[in-house]
């Protein structure tokens, strides 16, 4: 039977919280008040609607937050075998 490894778990929660926290800091989210929904990274509003941004800054977009996440969880997985030699 074959078990994940413990560090590997802990290098998910980690990966959680990083997509969390650059989601929330340097990815831009926008609020239509006019359609009542959160609006996607490449949606184009219409002329009357009305936006508004709720938090982050317009630096990366969903799939960059998510590359960088990925990256991370990676290199940290690497480092934690290399050490355990």
């Avoid at 990274?41 to 937050?65: E, F, M, T």
């Amino acid at each position: 039977m074959n078990h994940i490894p413990y560090c590997y778990h802990r290098n998910l929660i980690f990966v959680d919280q990083l997509d969390s926290l650059l989601g929330a800091t340097l990815q831009r989210t926008r609020y239509s008040e006019n359609k009542k929904r959160i609006l996607q990274d490449a949606s184009v509003p219409g002329a009357k609607d009305s936006i508004k941004v709720v938090s982050g800054l317009n630096l990366l977009n969903n799939n960059q937050v998510r590359h960088c996440d990925v990256i991370c969880h990676d290199l940290s997985l690497i480092f934690r075998g290399l050490g355990s030699r």
